[in-house]
């Protein structure tokens, strides 16, 4: 039995619709730019400010981020990667992903352990688990690219977001399914 109350539940859905729509805006935005370097250095840039926004939204109206340890050191993370990534791109395409890949490994661990905590309270949240546990994987494959030969683009992070807001999506949905079968089955 779930003790979400039915505010935080419906809040939380639209929380994850509103974070895959941004990603994916992000990804049709971050295809079109990827041989303008100005827009696609802007995006990489806000990709992780609006990650440690998103994060401190949620934290908030969770209890707060005294309360939300995990994001709260998510929303640190992203804060921080957004102004190394702001210095990265100025500088080398294969810094920007090293930066993400580390960014998607912590990240990941921190949505994962996030995941966990809140399947007690809320339930559907494997779709968030299985989303820390790749961005985990990701991340060491971003890492892995940056090292190689050829420069990185945009098109390198793009993937990476794009799964991002698939599983933001399968999670709104599913909780979106499980608000309709508790007003069918009321128990």
Known sequence: MHHQTKPQSTWLRSYYYTRAGFSIFWVIAATSAASLSPVASLL?????????????????????????????????????????????VMKDTHAVLAAFGIWAILSGLL??????????????????????????????FMIKQSLGFMPPTILDVAPYAAFGAFYFLVSAVALTVAAYRGRRNPA
């Not at 926004?53 to 109206?61: F, Q, T």
């Not at 966990?116 to 820390?132: D, F, N, T």
């Open 111 to 140: 949505q994962l352990y996030t995941g966990i905590r809140r399947w007690r309270s809320v339930g559907a949240q494997w779709a968030m688990i299985l989303s820390g546990a790749q961005s985990m994987l990701a991340g060491g």
């Open 44 to 88: 990489l840039v806000i990709y992780p400010a609006w990650d440690a926004l998103a994060n401190l939204v949620d934290a908030r109206a969770h209890g707060g981020l005294a309360a939300n340890r995990s994001q709260m050191l998510n929303v640190f993370a992203s804060s921080v990667m957004t102004i190394i990534v702001l210095f990265a």
